[in-house]
């Protein structure tokens, strides 16, 4: 089985700061990972996933995540947080060894950011 | 017009009503998926669709129905519903599975309201 946990309901952080939102991963062989974002009223968005090679993965609207494989994290970052950022961000996992014809994916519950001016 | 697209995007019904959601996907993409999202808990996979076929139904109501007529159209019946079911209920499609990773399309969702 494979899980995620995202351990905070919310994090708050002022414009111009660095941001981070926590992700961890369970899984039984190796993870393909991936970040999601929500504006209000919206369905999800895909902002970026690790499949291999280098930890640190770039995705869209500036956002990165480092992948720690013995931490087995995913914590999703941004140098510099803008207001427009303020949304619901999902962290979710899949097994590499899974060989149906879909993408078996597992979210977390959802970590809110607001960012406050 | 491009994406997953879901109509209606608010629906209100009766616990006797029979409504139906729908999901049109314009990328081409072989698999299709309905998702409940509720306060507070993880998104809730409901069911897919690969290649028009059903392979997943997670302990779902029989309540819920779902249809994939097409590699592009994914409905859900729902019939007798509870207030319980009232949630955001979210289509998405992608390409494959296997090696390949590929990241879930979203639609808008549909906001449900059983009274």
């Known amino acids: 089985a494979q899980s995620v946990a995202q351990p905070e309901d919310q994090v708050n952080v002022a414009e111009g700061n660095p941001l981070t939102v926590k992700c961890t991963y369970s899984v039984s062989g190796n993870p393909y990972l991936f970040w999601y974002v929500q504006y209000p009223n919206r369905g999800l968005q895909f902002l970026l996933k690790?499949?291999?090679?280098?930890?640190l993965v770039k995705g869209s609207y500036g956002f990165e995540a480092e992948f720690n494989k013995s931490q087995t994290s995913f914590h999703l970052k941004k140098p510099s947080a803008l207001v427009s950022d303020s949304a619901l961000y999902f962290c979710?996992?899949?097994?590499?060894?899974?060989?149906?014809?879909?993408?078996?994916?597992?979210f977390g519950t959802g970590t809110k950011l607001q960012v406050i001016p | 017009e491009t994406g997953v697209t879901q109509t209606p995007r608010h629906l209100v019904m009766g616990m006797t009503n029979k409504k139906s959601l729908k999901c049109e996907q314009h990328?081409?993409?072989?698999?299709m998926y309905w998702y409940k999202q509720s306060a507070k808990k993880p998104l809730e996979l409901m069911f897919v669709?690969?290649?028009?076929?059903?392979?997943e139904n997670n302990s779902v109501p029989s309540r819920f129905s779902p249809e994939c007529p097409n590699s592009s159209h994914l409905f859900l019946h729902l019939h007798t519903l509870q207030p319980e079911d009232s949630a955001l209920y979210l289509c998405a499609s992608s390409q494959g599975g296997g090696w390949w990773a590929g990241e879930l399309f979203f639609g808008e969702g549909s906001r449900l309201t059983v009274l």
């Open positions: 669709y690969s290649l028009e076929e059903r392979v």
């Open positions: 690790y499949i291999t090679g280098d930890n």
């Open positions: 979710a996992v899949r097994d590499l060894r899974d060989s149906g014809g879909y993408q078996k994916v597992t």
């Open positions: 990328l081409g993409h072989n698999a």
